[in-house]
């Protein structure tokens, strides 16, 4: 089936730097997802992307959809205290209609350090 | 508006009991969902519906029963509760069409199976 591979499984930073984290399938896919998960909290949406090429801001986070449909990139910059968390990427899932079924990725951990 | 509203927010169940996670939604959405958490992965989509009275498998449905009698309430009920079953339990919705991709998470439940 489906799987999204997601790098690096976790992340220690130093508040202000800069963050990269990517997300690989084997297979297309025609919409990329990033969500951020706060601990005890469920997963909200930072970006959609839904065109090959297209790169998305949204203040400090910047993502892209790989020309080959087949990743995808989240960039922080400047990172602070509460961008802490878990961010994983999602995609809709091969066959008919998607429906919100999507195939997410194991997720990365971020840590920023005051 | 609440958004998506999941009770309980903790349980612990006994191998063989059964219960209902309650997932309620106040945004008018068609498109309602049923996922778990397991940790150090990505979530996994158990059943879905796409309106009142029409619901279907997802990836990870055995083990679980849903029904959708109106457009609000969307509850998971857990027959014969196996340790295997341990996890987070996330109810999402969405706009139909060209939204349906864009989730909104409920808090989550977490239950443990001892």
């Known amino acids: 089936g489906q799987q999204l591979n997601q790098s690096p499984q976790s992340m220690f930073i130093q508040e202000g730097e800069d963050v990269s984290m990517n997300c690989t399938s084997s297979?297309?896919?025609?919409?990329w997802l990033w969500y951020k998960q706060d601990p005890g909290e469920g997963p909200v949406l930072l970006i959609a992307?839904?065109?090959?090429?297209e790169l998305t801001s949204n203040g400090r986070l910047t993502a892209q959809f790989g020309i080959t449909r087949k990743d995808s990139f989240l960039n922080i910059s400047a990172s602070i205290p509460s961008d802490v968390g878990i961010y994983f990427c999602?995609?809709?899932?091969?066959?008919?209609?998607?429906?919100?079924?999507?195939?997410f990725g194991q997720g990365t951990i971020l840590t920023v350090h005051p | 508006n609440a958004g998506v509203t999941q009770t309980p927010k903790f349980r612990i169940l006994k191998i063989g009991q059964s219960m209902t996670l309650q997932c309620a939604q106040d945004?008018?959405?068609?498109?309602m969902y049923w996922y778990r958490q397991d940790p150090g992965m990505g979530l996994k989509l158990i059943y879905y519906?796409?309106?009142?009275?029409?619901?279907d498998k997802g990836e990870v449905p055995n083990g679980y029963n849903v029904s959708r009698s109106t457009t609000e309430d969307f509850p998971l009920r857990l027959e014969l509760a196996a340790p295997s079953q341990t996890s987070v339990y996330f109810c999402?919705?969405?706009?139909?069409?060209?939204?349906?991709?864009?989730?909104?998470f409920g808090a989550g439940s977490r239950l443990t199976v001892l």
């Open positions: 999602a995609g809709p899932r091969a066959g008919g209609t998607s429906y919100g079924k999507l195939t």
């Open positions: 519906s796409v309106g009142a009275g029409i619901t």
């Open positions: 999402a919705s969405s706009t139909g069409s060209s939204g349906a991709n864009v989730l909104t």
């Open positions: 945004m008018n959405h068609n498109y």
């Open positions: 992307l839904y065109k090959a090429g």
């Open positions: 297979s297309i896919f025609n919409t």
